[in-house]
């Protein structure tokens, strides 16, 4: 039984342009809100875990980040579609803005926000699967031992598809 999917942010879900923060460049890739979509109306949790150094580079705020994520919401809502929760990292050990300049086990490849994640919505992990597009999200889901597949290169929903056959049929 899934019980939660995580996702990371760029590159999965939205197109990857780097420190992206602005509400005009979002771009949803293939299949990504149709699959938020599937996982929403299986009372699957869709949760989405993401390292976002953009803060502690001084890049943007941690305000205008979860502005952001409302407004990602805002839009899936208009397709019928949510994100349960959004769990992020704002550190980098070099970043400009002081407050965010340091290690953190937030910051994948560590598991900080999974077991953040965990915490809030009282999950198992052996009932969670990550999709993520770098090794640092494949060390964090090992980490916590979470099934974890790497982005495919095709439509984010058949791949979901997919995946609920695996563990349904």
């Known amino acids: 039984m899934i019980k939660c999917i995580f996702f990371d942010r760029d590159g999965v879900l939205i197109k990857n342009y780097g ?15 149709n699959s938020i979509k ?11 875990v993401s390292n976002q150094s953009g803060v502690a580079r001084g890049y943007f705020t941690e305000k205008k ?3 952001f994520h409302r407004f990602m919401n805002f839009i899936l809502k208009k397709n019928k579609a949510k994100i349960d929760s959004f769990f992020y990292s ?23 926000m999974l077991l953040k994640a965990q915490k809030k919505f009282k999950l198992n992990f052996s009932e969670c699967i990550m999709i993520g597009d770098k090794t640092t999200d494949y060390l964090s889901a090992k980490k916590t031992k979470i099934y974890f597949e790497y982005k495919k290169k095709y439509a ?10 695996k563990f349904y049929d």
């Open 19 to 33: 420190y992206l923060c602005d509400e005009n460049k979002i771009k949803w890739l293939k299949g990504a809100i």
């Open 38 to 48: 599937i996982l929403n109306k299986k009372k699957i949790k869709v949760i989405v």
């Open 65 to 67: 980040l979860k502005e």
């Open 90 to 112: 704002p550190y980098h050990p070099n970043g400009k803005v002081k407050k965010y300049r340091k290690q953190s086990n937030l910051r994948k490849p560590g598991n900080g």
């Open 156 to 165: 984010l929903d058949i791949q979901i598809n997919n995946i609920l056959k």
